[in-house]
């Protein structure tokens, strides 16, 4: 059973304040980019490309180091800290005239980005063996709260100004700071702390420690490939939203509200209810496939009323995550979980630093109108080709197991 629930709620929360700073500021990233670098649409989206690798690869040199000084000193610490630096970081963006301040702007707040793998690492303290895909449920469910709320509200404040989401971004992750500090316990204790090790945070060190694991190799792949495929949605979603329906930001919060909406709703819901009756290995395999399919779908539409129609499909394709991740966490002993994640959060920044450069420059080729093929959606198609590819690599992992 779940103890001190308290405590998870707090952590809930961090997780939905979280994403609703991330979507506030989405609708409003294409002008801002244009506003402060100049160029059309395709350039911005490849500055934009640009920002969210600097971001990724700062988190992925990071991300081991604060998932080991999470196990040793503790989840409350670093989760504060993250929380602090997040909410000056989208300070220095409201105030970013040049492009290069917006670039040191993600380079300082991708060296401290562990809230998501810290709080996951808090869930798989709080919770049992049987609970843990429940428990990342939770976490998925609270992010799709906060995709709801946060897009709407930043594509009504972009209306504003392109300064304005950002202003209200960091007041919710320096309220969110704050309220942690008030309510949030230590996890760990004396049973599960570690001693902290140089050669665990090493970023490649570490993946080929945990590499060496049974069965563990072939998971992190399709983890990988996971998440370079879902990395499309937010290095393309409003450049290719502008430029394949002609939206502003008012509609392009709305859509990301209605699959924020759908998301929460899956995570919360049906998590549960799919590993019980098909169990994680089967639902892994359902949730990859849904994925599939929507992502081919997005990448051939042209209508915005079809969007729509297809947002559930790829919001159903998310309960294959947290079967994997809950695969993945009864795999390694308690006293791990921080590291794990760790390594979860340095293989989630290695595929954002490869998707967005990769996918905008894609967007940025098939969207000109002088290509030799018009297609806007393309990266989708990128991505759908990347999880047929970890269908497999899962399929191999069954027999090796």
Known sequence: MMRNRLPIFVILATVMIDAMGIGLIIPVMPDLIQEVAGGDLGSAAVWGGILATVFAFMQFLCGPLLGNLSDRFGRRPVLLVSLAVMSADYVIMALAHNIWILVIGRIVAGITAATYATAMAYMADMSDAKEKAKAFGMIGAAMGVGFVFG???????????????????????GGNALLGWMVLKETVTDANRRAFEWRRSNPLGALQALGKLPA???????????????????AI????????FGWEEAMIGLSLTAYGLCFAIVQATLIGPFTKWFGNRRTVVIGLGLEV????????ISNGILLFIGIPVAALSSVGLPALQSIMSRRVSDDAQGELQGIS???????????????????????????VLYLPGAPFLLAAALLMIAIAVFAKSRRAT
Request: proline share 6%; net charge positive; no cysteine.
């Open 216 to 234: 563990m190799t072939n998971l992190l792949i399709v983890f990988f490939f996971y998440q370079i495929a879902a990395a499309v949605y937010p």
């Open 151 to 173: 897009p709407v509200i930043g594509g009504i404040m972009g209306q504003f100004g392109t300064r304005a989401p950002f202003w209200a971004a960091a007041v919710l992750a």
């Open 345 to 371: 959060a340095s293989l989630t920044s290695l595929a954002h630093i490869a998707a967005p450069l990769v996918m905008t420059q894609t967007f940025a080729h098939f969207s000109d109108k002088h290509a």
């Open 237 to 244: 979603w409003p450049y290719f939203i502008i430029e394949r």
């Open 293 to 300: 399919v929507a992502l081919i779908y997005l990448a051939v």
